[in-house]
């Protein structure tokens, strides 16, 4: 993990590469995977704008397990939305491929196979930092959980797929308080088909029979 500078937390730096690479051999790591900024969700690890109404909804649904809980769900309930919503985005943008630089560096100073997160959703653009070296691998999940069929359109010699992936972070936002599925309503032809594939999605297996 590469962390840019917090007010909260010295961040690790480049200097230190020579020890990851020496703690990472010790142990014997087959490969190591990028991800900068410090906590989740942040602007490096999901590119894109900050999920202000979903975190709320997190913010609200978790005051009751701690102090610290119940203080935060009081704070974004306190504040003006309107205002709370452009500060916690500052910082916040959409950048395929945001951590590819860190990922260079790594996988150059390190000497392992890299995996690079960060907005990956364009197979030109994935295909060109592989080839470059810039890493060896990149990981995807909003862009999978937006077109869990990618892989087969890429493999069909498609660039993009048609019902692209907005990097709204809707999803992020709801990672631990709703069924796993897309939540931007633009890629829909209505809420209610959003919501029927997100229950498709999270139906139970059928159960087979014993017979």
């Not at 900050?50 to 974004?76: G, Y």
């Not at 960060?118 to 890493?135: H, L, S």
């Not at 809707?170 to 709703?178: A, D, E, H, L, M």
Request: proline share 8%.
């Amino acid at each position: 993990m590469f962390g840019r500078p917090s007010l909260f937390r010295t961040p690790n730096r480049f200097p230190h590469l020579g020890l990851v690479s020496k703690g990472a051999r010790s142990v014997k790591v087959d490969y190591l995977h990028v991800v900068a900024g410090f906590g989740f969700p942040n602007p490096r690890d999901v590119p894109g704008p900050f999920p202000f109404d979903e975190i709320k909804m997190f913010f609200n649904s978790t005051r009751h397990l701690s102090r610290k809980a119940a203080v935060r769900s009081t704070v974004v309930n306190a504040v003006p939305a309107f205002l709370l919503r452009r500060l916690l985005n500052i910082g916040w943008k959409y950048e395929q491929g945001i951590n590819l630089d860190f990922a260079e560096r790594f996988k150059a100073v390190v000497g392992l196979p890299v995996i690079a997160n960060g907005g990956f959703q364009q197979k030109d653009f994935i295909e060109g930092a592989i080839e470059a070296e810039r890493c060896d691998m990149v990981s995807m999940a909003r862009a999978l959980i937006a077109n869990p069929d990618l892989l087969d359109v890429f493999r069909a010699g498609f660039n993009t797929p048609a019902n692209k992936c907005t990097h709204c972070n809707r999803c992020v936002g709801r990672t631990v308080t709703s069924p796993l599925g897309c939540y931007d309503p633009s890629r829909f032809p209505s809420v209610k088909a959003m919501q029927e594939q997100i229950l498709e999605w999270n139906q139970p297996d059928p159960v087979e029979s014993q017979e």
